[in-house]
């Protein structure tokens, strides 16, 4: 009876709550997840995918397959330690670091696409016949790497790419390399730190500017190489050389960049001079805008444009 008399009062609240609102209030069911998007997976809260690290081999079987068939969340490849072979060039076109375990080398060559970017530490590269690195467009750090090659320029900075390479030892193999970092077009380059030794052949320089980039060598090492620097075309180019020691000829000849600074550096012991001689243009006038100015200024001059 009792029961009877409670069924029939719920009945008359539900009633009145239809008649009142038009409407039938319930409790929802718990909140799932989608299966697209596990639990601990790489979608936080706000909604922002985070970098995925893998390794190779591991994730992938060799390196070249990281790079070509890893998806677009891939953040970080860790390179295993041993050889990680491929043929010709292989291009990377998108942002990723690169990170080498002791004992990793790759011996082959890296084309830095446009719109490619990151950043490359504690790699070992050789290329017995081409260049280790070139780099086409985007911003690149190359960290305390080792990268050595015959005949071509270790590294190859052109078109419009803005690269930082530091604590690197860039070198030759059996032959020495035509250059150690070889700038050209409107490439910033910065190289800071590093050993440059046995760049060596007919027309080459450890470090060389052309066209209109903008470049500063600081607090670097040259070692046997059969000259230092080398100015092509650069009359557009700007040059920063800043507290390097410079181990033999510094000048490939008379030809400097349009603007020019030299600041702390030595040759074979020797302090060098805050000035020099202005040098001819490639056109052979001597229409070099030489600059030598205070320490207070140099950051400032170099960051000018980028």
Not at 173 to 190: F, I, K, M, S, W
Not at 266 to 281: F, I, K, N, R, Y
């Amino acid at each position: 009876m009792r029961k009877g008399m409670a069924i029939s009062k719920i009945r008359i609240m539900v009633g009145f709550l239809i008649c009142s609102y038009g409407t039938v209030l319930s409790i929802s069911p718990p909140i799932r997840l989608p299966a697209s998007i596990p639990v601990g997976g790489t979608e936080q809260a706000t909604g922002v995918p985070t970098a995925v690290s893998i390794t190779v081999p591991g994730h992938f079987t060799n390196f070249k397959e990281a790079i070509e068939k890893s998806s677009d969340d891939v953040g970080t490849i860790v390179v295993q330690p041993g050889e990680h072979r491929w043929e010709n060039f292989l291009e990377i076109g998108q942002q990723v670091d690169i990170r080498g375990s002791n004992g990793a080398l790759l011996p082959g060559s890296l084309w830095m696409k446009k719109s490619s970017g990151g950043e490359m530490q504690g790699i070992e590269m050789a290329k017995e016949s081409g260049s280790c690195i070139i780099f086409e467009g985007g911003q690149w750090v190359i960290d305390s790497c080792r990268l050595a090659c015959s005949r071509w320029a270790v590294l190859w900075c052109r078109c419009e790419c803005d690269v930082s390479i530091k604590n690197c030892f860039m070198g030759g193999l059996e032959d020495g390399p035509g250059y150690c970092v070889n700038c050209q077009d409107h490439a910033r380059t910065t190289v800071e730190g590093c050993h440059m030794e046995r760049s060596s052949g007919e027309y080459c320089a450890a470090v060389a500017v052309f066209h209109s980039v903008r470049a500063r060598v600081q607090n670097c090492n040259f070692h046997d190489n059969q000259f230092a620097f080398r100015a092509v075309t650069a009359k557009d180019a700007t040059l920063e050389l800043i507290g390097n020691n410079i181990n033999g000829e510094m000048w490939y000849d008379s030809v400097r960049p349009g603007n020019l600074v030299e600041h702390d550096n030595s040759q074979d012991g020797v302090h060098l001079s805050e000035s020099a001689v202005p040098g001819t243009s490639p056109e052979g006038c001597t229409n070099a805008t030489w600059h030598f100015i205070s320490t207070d200024k140099l950051a400032g001059f170099f960051d000018q444009g980028r």
